[in-house]
């Protein structure tokens, strides 16, 4: 189950590192900054063709990175589902142990989904591991996802503690994430009481 975590950290930080880092595009597509390439052809020059999920050509550093944030999510999501599904295949010293992994999980799947319906709007939502071939995905409801998130997080935040090693999930971040989730979902006073818990918790 740890092992699974820290593949989900370090996939998230793949973000950030790197020539033309995925964060990049995720700032060229926001009021952020603005693509300043005049020298060739290809960065976020034509939106309607650039922003699709599909479009695999646009995940290197010459081009955005829009396909990354697709394919990371549901890596991610797998992952985190596959601890969430077996949850009670290991043996765990205690179950304060057991539920600060499910809840690293939850966090992790919450901050895919986060990031995904932030971006592409209403997509596939898979809330379990996947064990066999299947070609039935539809999409769904933005705000339904985002409810589900909203919900694990709420046990999240209740399981996982500040008092982790370094680039383990705290609860510091799984309540900063459901204040956004909280603001994404147009729930202020929810996300006034998750925010000030962060900030009241140092």
Not at 32 to 49: H, W
Not at 56 to 69: G, L, V
Not at 184 to 189: H, I, Q, S, V, Y
Request: charged share 25%.
């Amino acid at each position: 189950m740890k092992a699974a975590l820290v593949t989900l950290a370090r996939n998230l930080r793949n973000e950030y590192y790197g020539d033309n880092p995925p964060i990049l595009t995720e700032m060229v597509f926001s009021e952020v900054t603005c693509e300043g390439t005049t020298d060739k052809s290809g960065p976020a020059q034509d939106l309607n063709l650039v922003i699709t999920p599909d479009l695999a050509y646009y995940n290197d550093a010459d081009h955005a990175r829009i396909y990354y944030y697709w394919s990371e999510g549901y890596k991610g999501i797998k992952y985190a589902n596959t601890i969430i599904s077996r949850i009670d295949n290991a043996t765990y010293s205690s179950p304060e142990e057991r539920n600060a992994i499910l809840g690293a999980a939850y966090f992790h799947r919450a901050m895919r989904y986060y990031r995904l319906t932030q971006q592409f709007g209403d997509v596939p939502a898979i809330m379990k591991e996947i064990t066999e071939p299947r070609l039935d995905f539809f999409s769904t409801k933005r705000q339904v996802i985002l409810e589900k998130m909203k919900t694990d997080l709420d046990s999240a935040k209740n399981w996982v503690t500040d008092n982790v090693n370094r680039g383990e999930v705290t609860k510091g971040a799984v309540l900063h994430l459901l204040t956004k989730i909280n603001l994404a979902l147009g729930k202020f006073d929810d996300a006034i009481a998750s925010a000030s818990a962060v900030i009241n918790g140092g």
